[in-house]
């Protein structure tokens, strides 16, 4: 399929807002594209070439673009720098280059969607000392045969940069509407999705079977599947009138959620974010194979690092040292941690995703030998809000955050926030009895020692209905100066030109990000809001909610994609039991 195709819906897609629109534009893209083209176009669609959990990166810097640019179009690096200080987008100044090229090409082939998909993966992975080179070689052979239009969404591509706010749920409905007929077998899709987190391959087995070919995802080793996710609670009670009494409730560990695949000697670790995180974890890779008694199996479980001497818990920051390249094996020694084994979603060529909580917990203590630092999480069955409160308290003493409570005869809803979990936090923070997880999304720039960064952030919490980020704070309040310049470091590559359509805010930041840096923060109570849109119309008309004295924590939630942030649902129920309950202050 020509190129020129998908540039033109790139560039349908790039001036609408409206999600309606965005996704009448991929169904008609996706009607007209020849089946084998599928994978690729979703895959270039949300601005990669594999799906996360394989970790193929582009990596292309913009000192290299510009210099491939440069080779293709005949203009001097300089003159494309310039262009690209006024465009603030080199995708855009390179639009503008071509149109001034200089050389002039006699041949020029069309390109194809499979050429440039198959060029964007070499490039991807060369390595070695002569990368640079080949790559630079690689991209100034597409740019030369490109249109200018083409070549400003191939250098966005390359540079991460490609951005339409294009959510996946989007393309699932228009996959579900071009190739089985009918949007509302989006389900079905996202069954699929859950359970291979690949959605090029879930595409073209709908393009080439239709429903079938969804019917065909089945969890399978080292293929992650998206977590399953937990509402909160606030009190005890609230959890037993949701749940009733009879309930599971978990230790909830402060550290890092793993999946684990195992088969055989081979094991592979996969992030919350379903990002390949094996190799922070050489230790839990060396031991599982005896710890878990099965041929193959994929288990989730909560990596905690333990003091060495005492096998306390450790605060979820002592991770961090996990995360470098080098010297892990130092990290390993000097950070232990403890596996904290929670479900089980595949035991020896069977799914266990259907089958009911208890049967998976019965399934998971038999399969893991427990040792010194490999354990099930500690958990209870619970008749009263009493128990729980006892219950509680142990958590709490032995270093957990609180509680995860768990509806006994519950499937494991994978890729899904739901009421079957719950989760309840100590109240130890502040008045509202938690901290939420929000997404920033605009910034305004500070004064004084905050001179040209950040001073103040512009909050979102996460709508899942309208899956859209509406505003619900600015908070400016809890940042060492360290911490602000450590955040404009982080948020300056988010910086985009025009608001991403789903931010919704009416309060006009000075520069607006892509929704996706998620941080933590606290705040004294939920009030009505005429300015900010979270929950808009939900609680009173005319009015949304928003936090009132927010506080930055001092964490950033890196491992949370910006739709595990904090729901406009979950602030809707903190106002109401505040209501409820008057507190002080
Ligand atoms: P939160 O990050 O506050 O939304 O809480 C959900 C997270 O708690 C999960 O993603 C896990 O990383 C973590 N967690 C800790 N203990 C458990 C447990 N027993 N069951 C499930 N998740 C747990």
Known sequence: MEFSVLADAFERMESTTKRNELTQILIALFEQMPRDVVARAVYLLQGKIRPDFEGVELGVAEKLAIRALSKSSGVPTRRIEDQYRKDGDLGRASIDIMGQKTQTTFFVQDITVERVYETLFKIARLEGARSQ??????????????????????????????????????????????????????????????????????????????????????????????????????????????????????????????????????????????????????????????????????????????????????????????????????????????????????????????????????????????????????????????????????????????????????????????SNWLKLKKEYRNELGDSLDLVVVGGFFGKGRRTGIYGTLLLAAYDDQLDTFPSVCKVGTGFTDEELDRLYQILHPKVTIRRNPRIDSTMEAEVWFEPELVIETVASEITLSPVHRAAWDAVRKDAGLALRFPKYTGRTRDEKPPESASTTREIVSLYRSQKKTPHAG
Not at 161 to 185: C, P, Q, V
Not at 272 to 292: F, G, K, M, S, W
């Open 133 to 418: 080179d080949m790559k630079s070689r690689y991209i100034s052979s597409l740019l030369n045969d490109a249109r200018p239009a083409e070549a400003g969404y191939i250098l966005k591509i390359l540079l991460g940069t490609l951005r339409f706010g294009i959510a996946e749920n989007t393309i699932m409905d228009a996959l579900a509407a071009a190739f089985t007929g009918d949007k509302a077998n989006r389900g079905a899709v996202e069954r699929a999705y859950n359970v291979s987190s690949d959605l090029g391959a879930v595409a073209e087995a709908i393009a080439a079977d239709g429903l079938e070919g969804a019917g065909r995802f089945k969890a399978e080793p080292f293929r992650p599947i998206r977590p399953m996710l937990a509402e909160r609670v606030k009190s005890e009670e609230d959890a037993i009138s949701k749940m009733g009494a009879g309930l599971a409730a978990e230790y909830k560990l402060d550290g890092e959620r793993v999946q684990v695949h195992m088969s055989g000697k081979r094991v592979e670790i996969f992030s919350r974010r379903l990002e390949n995180i094996t190799a922070h974890y050489p230790d839990i890779v060396e031991r599982l194979p005896q710890d878990v008694s099965a041929d193959e199996a994929i288990l989730e479980a909560e990596a905690v690092a333990v003091n060495e001497k005492t096998g306390e818990f450790l605060p979820f920051q002592e991770l961090m040292h996990r995360r470098r390249k080098h010297k892990i094996e130092k990290a390993v020694s000097e950070y232990p941690v403890a596996v904290n084994f929670f479900d089980i979603l595949y035991l020896d060529g069977k799914s266990c995703l259907e089958a009911p909580y208890t049967e998976r917990r019965a399934m998971l203590e038999d399969a893991v030998t427990e040792g010194e630092r490999v354990r099930c999480v500690v958990m209870a069955t619970i008749a009263s809000a009493q128990e729980m409160s006892e219950f509680m308290e142990n958590a709490i003493n032995a270093g957990s955050e609180g509680l995860m409570l768990k509806m006994p005869d519950a499937a494991y809803l994978a890729g899904a926030r739901g």
